[in-house]
């Protein structure tokens, strides 16, 4: 019985997207079977509106310079991925004071 795979949606700026750390790990989670891993594409971050964005199960993203946060939490709310890592923290893991307060 072949059971079903879920969609991975990976949000960053291309230089991270295309970094070999990312590489592989994008490359294990493929191996693994269980997910069809959807790299959103850097032009479509930045000049599409976000219900353009491809739509996703589950999504990790990650802050870099010029990543549009903001725009990546508003996709957040109107598609609902499971997130893999917090993007509404991600401005709190900026600032070393902002995560003291949080803990």
């Keep these: 019985r072949q059971r079903r795979q879920l969609t991975l949606g990976v949000c960053c700026m291309a230089s991270k997207a295309k970094s070999p750390?990312?590489?592989?790990?994008?490359r294990r989670l493929e191996i693994c079977g269980?997910?069809?891993?959807?790299?959103?594409?850097q032009e479509t971050?930045?000049?599409?509106?976000?219900?353009?964005?491809?739509i996703v199960e589950l999504l990790i993203a990650?802050?870099?310079t010029g990543?549009?946060?903001?725009?990546?939490?508003?996709y957040c709310k109107l598609?609902?991925?499971v997130c893999i890592n917090n993007v509404d923290?991600?401005?709190?893991?900026?600032?070393?004071?902002?995560?003291?307060?949080?803990?």
């Design 21 to 26: 750390p990312m590489q592989a790990i994008l």
């Design 79 to 81: 598609r609902n991925p």
């Design 67 to 74: 990543f549009p946060l903001d725009k990546c939490k508003q």
């Design 34 to 41: 269980d997910f069809i891993i959807v790299v959103f594409e």
């Design 89 to 103: 923290f991600q401005d709190i893991f900026r600032s070393r004071v902002a995560v003291y307060k949080k803990l």
């Design 45 to 54: 971050i930045l000049e599409k509106p976000i219900e353009e964005w491809p």
């Design 62 to 64: 990650f802050f870099s």
